[in-house]
């Protein structure tokens, strides 16, 4: 018999560019349900194994450490191997340990856990984004298409922490399995998302580099240095943000609105979510730097709002927190990927977007263990009023960077 026709190895079916996108946007919102799909199980492990915030918030910073390890080391991988393969790699460490939560007997498994979705979340989400501008319409030379790609992989990771607290608070509260019920849902959905990637275009325009891959950290291209500071600030300052929310926010809003409803709290989070993928899609036309620098000063806001709903034990204005937070880490995070969609050329994209990743992830973790330990020291509310304006100082100073370095520097800020 002679070699099978190129007609029949290619009758797998291959998903087009809009499924591809769509797809990349999946991967994205996995990957931020991912990240806190434990975040209204933790009260019912403080129930049942009597933890400590200080090990709830060691047990979230696990994640994002292990995170900025795999960037260091694959951070540009997908630049060689191609989209897909790296998105499949991610999407099966997910797996693993989503399915290490669902079956966590003790909280060594939960440290095992997130370790893995550290590894997952690791290589798939640059490639994820980066693939999204790729597969935009119109190809990643198309400015429209950048703002567009950067726009949705906002409001992907609005759709997925939103998820996270509301499946995650109402499964929790009235289903089967508390501790275990909401991992297995997820786990399902990466499992959905996978086999979508898998029937993906091979390659894509950024794989066409001959370069052999091999570890080598991550790396900035030259002439982006004003574009990726303000870049990684703003996405670092959000990361931050996010440090306190999933890691402490079913607590803080369970002890102001004073229930043990965990879908009335996951429901009350989830504001913040509903305003970050509002605020995405409806500022994608606006120019990056704008979108930073408003970004940073309503984070700002929400965070004061935070400390005053702490202090006087006041839900409207934990409500309004969850308001201002919510729209600015919209903008601050669509501002910051928009400037490396925007400037970073495709062979290095995915490289860039892990740095800027990089920062962010490293400032979420140290952030969440400081944040715990205040919290076990100090109490909640102390905690709040300490880290609340740390927070704040940080989202400033990214609005401050946007508007002053990236002037100097002369640069072009398209969304």
Same mark, same amino acid.
């Given at each position: 018999?002679?070699?099978? %026709?190129?007609?029949?190895?290619?009758?797998? %079916?291959?998903?087009?560019?809009?499924?591809?996108?769509?797809?990349?946007?999946?991967?994205?919102?996995?990957?931020l349900?991912?990240?806190?799909?434990a975040?209204?199980?933790?009260p019912?492990?403080?129930?049942?194994?009597?933890?400590?915030?200080?090990?709830?918030?060691?047990?979230f910073?696990?994640? %994002?450490?292990?995170?900025?390890?795999?960037?260091?080391?694959?951070?540009?991988?997908?630049?060689?191997?191609?989209?897909?393969?790296?998105?499949?790699?991610?999407?099966?460490?997910?797996?693993?340990?989503?399915?290490l939560?669902?079956?966590?007997?003790?909280?060594?498994?939960?440290?095992?856990?997130?370790?893995?979705?550290?590894?997952?979340?690791?290589?798939?989400?640059?490639?994820?984004?980066?693939?999204?501008?790729?597969f935009?319409?119109?190809?990643?030379?198309? %400015?429209r298409?950048?703002?567009?790609?950067?726009?949705?992989?906002?409001?992907?990771?609005?759709?997925?922490?939103?998820?996270?607290?509301?499946?995650?608070?109402a499964?929790?509260?009235?289903?089967p399995?508390?501790?275990h019920?909401?991992?297995?849902v997820?786990?399902?959905?990466?499992?959905?998302?996978?086999?979508?990637?898998?029937?993906?275009? *091979?390659?894509?325009?950024? /794989?066409? /580099?001959?370069? *052999?891959w *091999?570890?080598?950290?991550?790396?900035?291209p *030259?002439?982006?240095?004003?574009?990726?500071?303000?870049?990684?600030?703003?996405?670092?300052?959000v990361?931050?943000?996010?440090a306190?929310?999933l890691?402490?926010?079913?607590?803080i809003?369970?002890?102001?609105?004073?229930?043990?409803?965990?879908?009335?709290?996951?429901?009350?989070?989830?504001?913040?979510?509903v305003?970050?993928?509002?605020?995405?899609?409806?500022?994608?036309r606006?120019?990056?730097?704008?979108?930073?620098?408003?970004?940073?000063v309503?984070?700002?806001i929400?965070?004061?709002?935070?400390?005053?709903s702490?202090?006087?034990?006041?839900?409207?204005?934990?409500?309004?927190s969850?308001?201002f937070?919510? /729209?600015?880490?919209?903008l601050?995070?669509?501002?910051?990927?928009?400037?490396i969609n925007?400037?970073?050329?495709?062979?290095?994209?995915?490289?860039?977007l892990?740095?800027?990743?990089?920062v962010?992830?490293? /400032?979420?973790?140290?952030?969440?263990?400081?944040?715990?330990?205040?919290?076990?020291v100090?109490?909640?509310?102390?905690?709040?009023?300490?880290?609340?304006?740390?927070?704040?100082?940080?989202?400033?100073?990214?609005?401050?960077?946007?508007?002053?370095t990236?002037?100097?520097?002369?640069?072009a800020?398209?969304?």
């Open positions: 018999m002679g070699p099978t %026709p190129p007609s029949e190895r290619q009758a797998v %079916p291959t998903l087009s560019n809009r499924a591809s996108f769509w797809t990349s946007a999946s991967v994205i919102a996995i990957a349900w991912t990240s806190g799909s975040s209204m199980v933790y019912v492990y403080v129930a049942e194994w009597h933890i400590t915030p200080i090990t709830i918030t060691s047990i910073a696990v994640y %994002p450490i292990t995170l900025v390890v795999v960037l260091i080391v694959f951070g540009g991988i997908s630049d060689f191997i191609g989209r897909r393969a790296a998105l499949l790699a991610g999407l099966a460490a997910m797996a693993i340990g989503i399915l939560f669902a079956l966590a007997p003790g909280v060594g498994w939960l440290y095992a856990g997130r370790v893995l979705q550290g590894i997952g979340v690791g290589l798939a989400m640059a490639p994820a984004s980066a693939a999204m501008v790729e935009t319409p119109g190809g990643p030379s198309n %400015p298409g950048a703002s567009r790609a950067s726009s949705i992989n906002t409001a992907a990771t609005a759709v997925g922490l939103a998820l996270a607290t509301v499946v995650g608070g499964l929790v509260q009235y289903a399995l508390p501790a019920l909401a991992y297995w997820l786990l399902v959905l990466t499992a959905t998302s996978a086999a979508f990637v898998l029937v993906m275009p *091979r390659t894509t325009a950024a /794989t066409t /580099t001959t370069e *052999r *091999r570890p080598k950290g991550v790396a900035v *030259r002439g982006m240095a004003a574009v990726f500071i303000t870049a990684a600030l703003a996405m670092a300052a990361f931050a943000m996010g306190m929310s890691s402490l926010g079913s607590s809003a369970k002890n102001l609105i004073g229930t043990d409803n965990a879908l009335v709290a996951g429901s009350v989070i989830a504001i913040s979510a305003l970050i993928g509002t605020s995405a899609v409806l500022g994608r606006l120019p990056a730097r704008t979108a930073v620098a408003v970004g940073g309503s984070i700002a929400g965070m004061g709002m935070l400390v005053l702490a202090t006087g034990a006041s839900l409207l204005a934990f409500v309004a969850s308001v937070a919510g /729209t600015g880490y919209g601050l995070f669509l501002g910051g990927l928009g400037l925007a400037h970073a050329p495709a062979h290095h994209r995915a490289q860039t892990s740095a800027a990743y990089l962010a992830y490293l /400032t979420q973790g140290l952030v969440a263990v400081a944040i715990g330990l205040s919290a076990t100090t109490g909640l509310a102390l905690a709040v009023d300490l880290w609340a304006p740390v927070i704040a100082l940080l989202c400033l100073s990214a609005s401050v960077v946007a508007l002053v990236l002037r100097r520097a002369r640069v800020v398209p969304a």
